[in-house]
């Protein structure tokens, strides 16, 4: 007896409408006479959409029926279609590449629309706006700087990293600079040395209420004792 096991078969390419179907559709590529296979092939589909009678009502749903069977036939399947006939190329496409920048920051925890936003001041011919602008971007570069460097910025290198990231082309009001309060809110920073002395003392109370606890057990075992009976 010879055994037929299902891995040693052809793969389906559509398991959901199950190995006859498949190979009706095998046999379609089979027949010569042209009208004949299409006959054959709209009986392939009525018994396809007999499978799932509840979605005969759905929109596209022979559309759906007549490209799922030129995918189990590989696309090699050649009958008269009432619809466009699919191809691989047409149902499963390539993506498109994503385009990753390709230049570099130039300081990276200021981010590159800091960099953006300052080159963008040298066509400005407003000098109030620029100062303004600047100003906004002073106290975002000394928030970020904090959190990078965990102390607080000079201004001497606010200023410097401002004409580093314009490439020189604006003027800095350093008086003005200097006169900004920032008005970003930091991080709070933990230490990890008051969070282990907080655990320490935690143990420590843990032990003295453990260690008062035993006593009063003691004492109260005690006085049961020596209770005249």
């Not at 080159?119 to 600047?134: F, N, R």
């Not at 990078?148 to 082309?169: A, C, F, W």
């Amino acid at each position: 007896m010879e055994k037929n096991y299902n891995y040693e078969r052809k793969k389906l390419k559509l398991p959901e409408y199950g190995r006859h179907i498949h190979e009706m559709i095998d046999y379609l590529s089979s027949i010569e006479d042209r009208e004949e296979r299409n006959r054959q092939a709209r009986a392939v589909i009525s018994v396809m959409g007999n499978l799932n009678p509840l979605l005969r009502d759905t929109a596209d749903f022979n559309h759906k029926l007549w490209d799922h069977m030129f995918i189990m036939s590989g696309f090699s399947l050649d009958v008269d279609s009432p619809y466009p006939i699919p191809t691989e190329e047409t149902l499963t496409p390539m993506p498109e590449k994503l385009k990753y920048p390709d230049k570099k920051i130039a300081i990276k925890h200021y981010g590159k629309n800091i960099e953006n936003i300052i080159k963008s001041l040298k066509d400005e011919t407003d000098e109030h706006a620029v100062e303004e602008v600047l100003a906004n971007v002073a106290r975002y570069m000394r928030a970020k700087s904090y959190e990078y460097n965990q102390e607080h910025p000079n201004n001497e290198v606010i200023i410097k990293d401002m004409k580093r990231l314009s490439g020189n082309t604006i003027s800095v009001d350093e008086a003005a600079i200097n006169n900004i309060k920032s008005d970003y809110k930091t991080a709070p920073t933990y230490h990890k040395k008051a969070g282990f002395t907080n655990q320490r003392q935690n143990k420590g109370k843990n032990a003295k209420n453990g260690q008062s606890n035993g006593k009063n057990y003691q004492q109260k075992q005690h006085r049961n004792n020596n209770r005249p009976k």
